[in-house]
């Protein structure tokens, strides 16, 4: 189920920037694009109608975490958008994670977030009390996300073969934060490159200010997407 | 910091059914509301506007659980729409709950959620793979809200006592899943009625189904507000 579109972190704070951005694009290339909660929640369900009807697939990046019925109401909601991808925590639970797939039906990409890429070891044993290595809380996390029917998880690269070994080939592992090399960190505390997340295994890859802060947004996206299948 | 007015719970799915429901008030009765996932993620930013604009007071529970820097950028939005209240998960750590108060800036009351009120003790040790009680767990979590210098917690009525002696008396506690006596439990697991909630020191108190499907909305408002009030 490997997507070999690079799907594109629309890092902006409005709409109308999206447009300037997804303008530089020719109409004809249909891009994977990732809206976070501050462009969601500053432009509202819109922003999600425009990018579809330009034909561009959409992975809406709100990590739901919270009561059963609320999830599955609000996973209601994300699906008469039309959402291809979206997901949730699955600290929540295995059964908010059922309720999630509930609400949002069969057809979208349903994935949750193991531990976030910026959580360290240390934070996780301190701040969360799981007295496990951070490994170990990915993969259990991993497992119950399988079980409670999903698709797949948001991981770190290097989490990838551990994860496929623990539930299957087929589930899905979307690894974000990944960076030509010589790219900025930024918050991430775990990062790759696209040739590295290709040779690990991952299915989907994100990348943002790589591509959105290029001078040539259009050349780095073919470049990324070159390394990121091996051409 | 006690908020004497119920906080109501608008789940509903759409800004035309809230409209409905906020007409049937008094233009003069200012309500302290809450808007959710399914009707913020339904109808955007516009909503929190049109409360707003009536006076009224936005709690916007959207229960924000990302890295800092998107968590930071996503308040900033909210903190621009004039909400009076947002909250976060605690779990998302000290780092992100600061993050989340530098975007919103100090106005609005920021809490964090420490476990969910869905969660039960088996599940948090099965599952999240935290070997404490659940009360020590809701505690530990309390305090870290505290040290990050957020305004307090979401917690169960059971739960305050405890919270307050472990940070201090001005620690926010909200609690949601109020219910009079003999109303549906729903998909809380530890529920409370206002009365109780008064006697044991929560500061702001949710409501839901017991007023906005009450046969008389307004009516059954003012009633659980004397409870609320101990009149």
Known sequence: MRENRPVIALD???LEDVKAFLAKFPADEKLYVKIGMELYYAAGPEIV???????????????????????KSAMRVLSNLGVDMTNVHAAGGVEMMKAAREGLGEGPILIAVTQL??????????????????????????????????????????????IKEATNQDFVCLTPGIRPAGAAVGDQKRVMTPDDAHQIGSDYIVVG??????EDPVAAYHDIKAQWNDQ
Chains 1, 2 share one sequence.
């Open 12 to 14: 902006f704070p409005t």
């Open 49 to 71: 109608r425009y990018v579809k009807e330009l034909g561009h697939s959409v992975f809406l990046d709100l990590k739901l975490h919270d009561i059963p019925n609320t999830v």
């Open 117 to 162: 890429t910026s959580t360290s070891e240390e934070q996780m044993r301190d701040f969360q009390n799981i007295q496990t290595t951070l490994q170990e809380s990915v993969v259990h996390y991993a497992q119950k996300t399988a079980e409670a029917g999903l698709n797949g998880v948001v991981c770190s690269a290097h989490e990838v073969a551990k």
């Open 209 to 214: 200010r790589p591509i959105t802060q290029a």
